[in-house]
């Protein structure tokens, strides 16, 4: 048997695959595009000042790719294997168990290889025009292939222990998270409280190592210093982690040959049978939309998920607690600062679990042929998109409640200090949007979820479908943004250059729900049958039909 037989397969699929190269083209394409756009951002500033921004910011959206990368591909690498039952026929060959970690890591991480390695050129752009060095480029490029591979790495690892999908998904999150800002910041904390030196444990944050691979090595030796330990000590935690997955894998088919089915203990047998307290609880809803009681019945909101959410709101409130405590001092702001991280990672972690509980029924319903036998029962499209949508927001929606409060505890936090009025109403205007915004990509996340669910081949396909579609656009309506404020750009730019990205996200979010409803609304049994159907065609017969339907009320050709 050849070395990394696996592997060497799936390069050859690779290589005889034209998707790939029409994929690294249309990702450096835009990648050229999005630093064009960057480039021509309104901004006066010196164009050494502009093009090391741009460049910073380019960098700082491929090294967030790199980031989510385990979660979006590698996650449910093994899991699936688990699902469909396979995974035992792979240790009947010769394999080991690290043919077929690096296997499946080849196999479900080439496409983000791909467009990281194709966006790398488009990173050096800003050097021709000044104020980036070649040094500065090939150390970022350095720790965004490293944190490419230890994300990657992360996911298989959670792959491999959790039994499905969600929990390795959330699980792979909750390690990035710890990894790269709980070690980086716990560290900076640790450093200012108890006045010793932190910086050991911080190299094994990702988000460190990018800090310091801006530090040129004349100016900056220490930091220097620490960029080229950060680096290597994470490329090793990287090569230990799917060490440590082969060897689990390893454990896990020893435990597949020897063991023996036994019998069902009651405790499982009571939490797998829909006799119960949720049985009970929401009888109710069983007359009125049958499927919205299977989902609440048989998918409950995981526990890990909720305590991590109230856990994050807990910070929140902590955290704007100890500014109030240290008022008028440098720690304030950083205390404040943390709580708008938290805030921030309470949005994103509720959407995922939206956009999870969206895909994941759906999906699985679809694969195991109960969503036909519904169709075929009598269950229309309608009661079976309502009760899919009335379940989603029977689970989450004291969470979209609660964080729709906190969204405006910043604000009353800033206005127990002197704060200008016209920044604290330009606050207040962000935070009004950022809880429209919230429900409305809820709500879209729910529609577009269900669409991807029926049409995508695995959940972690669907979920990563339905994510990139709603939130991508927004993200990268960012990035000029980003670059308006960070060269310090009036007051009007900016205000301007807001709503600009307000408009773009609100149109993204409305052709996703456009195309969303006209698949739900036209081809609901096509879907749920898993056959093909033509989009474009729906697409065209419905902007037809609304046309004409606002053109001619009431029957207006017939009066012809």
């Known amino acids: 048997m050849n070395f990394l037989p696996v592997v060497q397969r799936e390069l050859l699929v690779a290589a005889r695959n034209g998707a790939g190269v029409w994929f690294r083209f249309v990702a450096a394409l ?29 960098a700082g959206a491929l090294f967030g790719f790199g980031l989510l990368s385990g979660s979006l591909y590698t996650a449910d690498a093994m899991t699936s294997e688990k699902r469909e039952g396979t995974l035992g026929l792979l240790f009947l060959t010769e394999l080991r168990g690290y043919d077929i970690v690096l296997g499946k890591l080849v196999s479900t991480s080439l496409r983000a290889a791909y467009g990281v390695i194709a966006l790398v050129p488009v990173l050096s ?21 490293v944190t490419l591979l230890i994300s ?26 710890l990894l790269s800002v709980g070690l980086d910041g716990g560290g900076w904390l640790w450093a200012r409280v108890v006045r010793t030196n932190a910086d050991p444990v911080r190299t094994l944050s990702p988000l460190a190592a990018f800090r310091w691979s801006q530090a040129e090595p004349r100016k900056a030796p220490g930091l220097h210093a620490l960029y080229q330990q950060a680096w290597r ?9 799917l060490g440590a997955s082969s060897w689990m894998i390893r454990r896990y088919r020893d435990r597949v040959i020897e063991s023996r089915p036994g019998p069902v203990g009651e405790g499982k047998v009571r939490r797998g049978s829909l006799v119960g307290y949720r049985h009970v ?47 008028g001092t440098p720690t304030a702001w950083w205390a404040i600062g943390a709580g708008l991280v938290l805030l921030w990672s309470m949005h994103l972690l509720l959407k995922v679990h939206v956009a999870l509980a969206a895909t994941r029924g759906i999906a699985e319903d679809r694969a195991s042929g109960a969503l036909e036998l519904l169709v075929v029962a009598g269950q229309g499209r309608d009661q079976i998109i309502q009760g899919h949508n009335h379940a989603l927001f029977r689970q989450h929606r004291v969470a979209m409640i609660l964080l729709s409060c906190l969204q405006f505890l910043p604000l009353f936090r800033l206005s127990m200090d002197d704060v200008d009025i016209r920044h604290a109403s330009g606050i207040f205007i962000g935070l009004v949007y950022g809880v429209a915004m919230l429900w409305v990509d809820l709500e879209t996340l729910a529609q577009v979820g269900l669409r991807q669910g029926l049409k995508e081949p695995s959940p972690q396909a669907a979920f990563r479908a339905t994510f990139l579609r709603v939130l991508l656009p927004g993200w990268i309506g960012m990035l000029p943004l980003a670059v308006i404020f960070l060269t310090g750009a009036g007051a009007g730019v900016g205000f301007l250059a807001f709503h600009l990205w307000l408009a773009w ?26 056959l093909d159907f033509d989009t474009d065609d729906w697409e065209m017969r419905d902007d037809f039909r609304r046309a004409a339907g606002a053109q001619y009320p009431a029957g207006g050709l017939r009066s012809w």
Do not use: C, N
């Open 233 to 241: 000590r994470q490329a090793v935690l990287a090569l230990v982690l």
């Open 152 to 177: 990657l790495s992360i996911g298989m690892m959670a792959s491999v222990v959790a039994r499905e999908f969600r929990g390795a998904l959330m699980a792979s999150l909750l390690a990035v998270g």
């Open 30 to 58: 835009g990648g050229v595009g999005f630093f064009a756009l960057l480039w021509m951002t309104p901004v006066k500033a010196q164009p050494q000042l502009v093009s090391d921004i741009v460049f910073r910011v380019l």
């Open 505 to 530: 996200s609100v149109y993204t979010v409305y052709r996703a729900r456009k195309r969303a409803r006209i698949d739900l609304e036209h081809g609901f049994q096509a879907l749920a049958a898993g």
């Open 125 to 145: 752009l800003p050097v021709l025009v000044g104020g980036v060095s070649g040094g500065q480029v090939v150390r970022a490029v350095m720790v965004i292939l």
């Open 281 to 327: 609880h929401w009888g109710d809803i069983l007359e009125r939309r049958p499927y919205a009681w299977f989902q609440l019945v048989m998918r409950p909101v995981e526990r890990g998920g909720e305590i991590l959410f109230y856990a994050l709101g807990a910070g929140l409130v902590v955290a704007l607690g100890i500014s109030l405590a240290v008022a």
